[in-house]
């Protein structure tokens, strides 16, 4: 074989080796990008029931769900139909929406899209909270609604731009442009 023939074989073979090398260190690409990924639950759960008893094995709690989807990175679960409902002494606080959004950090559950709260008290009356947006505050026991807030009972309907509600003594507080109206005793 001739020289320029041998020269020729060995980079042919050169280029070769450096072709294969680069592909080997190329990294493999994933049939789903990173990005993707970012945006996906870390793990759902469908139809959910979640429920809380005391000491004494009573039920206080209950959060029932259509579907739960849990975010690692944002530290929050998503709720689609959320149920939530509190019993204590005789008395119970439901609070339903169209979704929901549990804050691991800070124990807060945020209701949105056609948020209602029911309160049945010991003697069997209730009163309903409707609002845009309800956040449940786990460490002030406390129900804050806001945005288009309508507090009814059998004495008359109040608007609010915020109603504060306070579950262990029952007090409610109104805030912003209040209106009401309300029948009298005859």
Do not use: C
């Amino acid at each position: 074989m001739k020289k320029w023939q041998l020269l020729s074989l060995f980079i042919g073979g050169l280029l070769l080796f450096f072709f294969a090398f680069y592909m080997g260190l190329t990294p493999k690409k994933s049939l789903i990008e990173t990005r993707a990924l970012d945006s996906a639950p870390d793990y759902f759960l469908i139809d959910v029931n979640i429920m809380a008893f005391d000491l004494t094995g009573k039920q206080i709690e209950t959060l029932n769900a259509k579907e739960l989807k849990h975010y690692n990175k944002s530290n929050e679960s998503h709720l689609e139909k959320p149920d939530l409902a509190r019993f204590q002494q005789g008395k119970s606080w439901i609070a339903k929406s169209d979704f929901g959004l549990i804050n691991e950090s800070t124990k807060d559950i945020i209701l949105k899209s056609n948020s209602e709260i029911i309160h049945t008290g010991k003697t069997g009356n209730a009163i309903h909270l409707n609002s845009d947006k309800i956040t449940y505050n786990e460490t002030k026991q406390q129900f804050l609604a806001s945005g288009n807030s309508i507090l009814q009972s059998g004495e008359g309907v109040t608007q609010a731009n915020i109603i504060s509600v306070n579950i262990n003594d029952e007090k409610i507080s109104l805030s912003g442009e209040v209106n009401g109206q309300y029948t009298t005793a005859k």
